[in-house]
């Protein structure tokens, strides 16, 4: 239930092969009018549990501040020049992409936006939203597919799925593959964050979120690396018009791959560092009676 709250705005962010850019896809509705929906959704609920209880009640600022940026990511990346320069370079292509998996993703699950949301709509739609989301057709399913080990496979399989050629080649040639794609790699994406900062790690313990993010980084490096080490254009068709910003379709791809292996790997490293720090910082206490902890040194 939380993910498809959070798939609302970006069901509809699919796109396609390549337009005349004097008429960027970045301007079309289908892609704007979920972003402004979601956006209008969740700046109602928030307001309305504010002004019923107080700015923070219900609703962190920091949450409300999560929700903007990861909000704003998705502009940047969808409806931006951005995205129109995706169609052109496989190297914004890429940072596209990557803003969508480990920017935007990680931030929408800090804000845990579901609960805003729902505050947009009446008491009654509340209600029954609520018992669908606690049922065990949903809570079943839902909880096998945030364990940390089968959301980091999922994560994992849609990364590497959507490079094979064939598919890759699939998506800049149909709009409704390329939207399929950019629809799995967030979805995954925000499965594989909601598993590690909201899920079963924490109940398993932060090193276990440090390892998935470790593999996940090793896995998605590789990656980048291949891409960058090929020797010919995997994908000529997304590198054709690289000549026209001085770069050869090769260039073009390498660049892409070393914006999947250093920008994106030191986001997943920067998060496992965190993971451990916090890890570390919890096996200084031991638990006492009551719930509590206390530290074993002074």
């Given at each position: 239930m939380p993910l498809a709250m959070?798939?609302?705005?970006?069901?509809?962010?699919?796109?396609?092969?390549?337009?005349?850019?004097?008429?960027?896809?970045?301007?079309?509705?289908?892609?704007?009018l979920p972003l402004l929906c979601s956006a209008f959704l969740y700046a109602t609920g928030v307001a309305r549990l504010w002004i019923g209880l107080a700015p923070g009640r219900g609703v962190a600022l920091w949450q409300a501040a999560s929700f903007g940026c990861g909000w704003l990511l998705l502009a940047i990346a969808l409806i931006s020049p951005v995205h129109a320069?995706?169609?052109?370079l496989f190297a914004v292509h890429m940072l596209e992409h990557e803003i969508l998996m480990t920017l935007a993703a990680p931030l929408l699950v800090l804000a845990r936006p579901m609960g805003g949301m729902l505050w947009a709509l009446p008491l009654a739609r509340r209600r029954t939203i609520g018992a669908v989301g606690r049922s065990r057709w949903v809570s079943r399913p839902w909880r096998i597919l945030v364990d940390p080990p089968v959301a980091t496979l999922t994560h994992g399989a849609a990364?590497?799925?959507?490079?094979?050629?064939?598919?890759?080649?699939?998506?800049?040639?149909?709009?409704?593959?390329?939207?399929?794609?950019?629809?799995?790699?967030?979805?995954?994406?925000?499965?594989?964050w909601w598993s590690l900062l909201r899920g079963r790690a924490r109940v398993r313990g932060y090193g276990a979120a440090a390892f998935y993010l470790f593999v996940t980084a090793l896995h998605s490096g590789f990656l980048g690396i291949l891409l960058s080490i090929a020797r010919s254009p995997i994908y000529p068709a997304q590198s054709s018009d690289a000549a026209h910003w001085g770069l050869t379709p090769l260039e073009d791809q390498q660049l892409a791959g070393l914006i999947m292996w250093v920008p994106a790997?030191?986001?997943y490293a920067a998060a496992t560092l965190a993971m451990i720090g916090i890890w570390i910082s919890k096996s200084g206490t031991v638990p006492i009676p009551g719930g509590s902890h206390a530290p074993l040194s002074r």
């Open positions: 959070l798939l609302l705005p970006v069901t509809a962010l699919a796109h396609g092969g390549n337009h005349d850019p004097a008429s960027p896809r970045s301007l079309e509705a289908w892609v704007a320069l995706a169609e052109r990364i590497w799925l959507w490079h094979v050629p064939l598919l890759f080649n699939a998506a800049l040639e149909s709009p409704f593959v390329h939207g399929l794609q950019h629809v799995s790699f967030l979805g995954s994406a925000l499965l594989f790997g030191l986001v």
